[in-house]
């Protein structure tokens, strides 16, 4: 088994900053990519950013230069530094990892809220 578990997410004004973290725990033998997705309401899920653990990045444009990602392989977390937030950033955002287990599979956490008023 496999958990990610998240934390860091709340309301804040606009022009805010809020961290995200999130940690894999459980039975895991490797990790690859990690990151970040989000869905506002009424709205499909998207990319938010995502890192490989070599540490290459990808955002979407949306972010860009306002949301930085990282991670620490050793203990298996992933955050998501966020500046400058507005509140078409207003989502539920859900972290993920693909990890080998018993096999590779992408795992998801229970996602955080983060409402940033106007």
């Known amino acids: 088994q496999v958990q990610l578990v998240e934390s860091g997410g709340g309301l804040v004004q606009s022009g805010g900053s809020l961290r995200l973290s999130c940690a894999a725990s459980?039975?895991?033998?490797?990790?690859?990519?990690m990151g970040w997705y989000r869905q506002a309401p009424g709205k499909q899920r998207e990319l938010v950013a995502v890192?490989?653990?070599?540490?290459?990045?990808n955002y979407a444009d949306s972010v860009k230069g306002r949301f930085t990602i990282s991670r620490d392989n050793a203990k298996n977390t992933v955050s998501l530094q966020m500046n400058s937030l507005r509140p078409e950033d207003t989502a539920v955002y859900y972290c993920?990892?693909?990890?080998?287990?018993?096999?590779?599979?992408?795992?998801w956490g229970q996602g955080t809220q983060v409402t940033v008023s106007s």
């Open positions: 993920y990892a693909y990890v080998l287990s018993r096999t590779w599979l992408n795992y």
């Open positions: 459980g039975s895991i033998s490797s990790v690859t990519n």
């Open positions: 890192i490989t653990s070599g540490g290459g990045t």
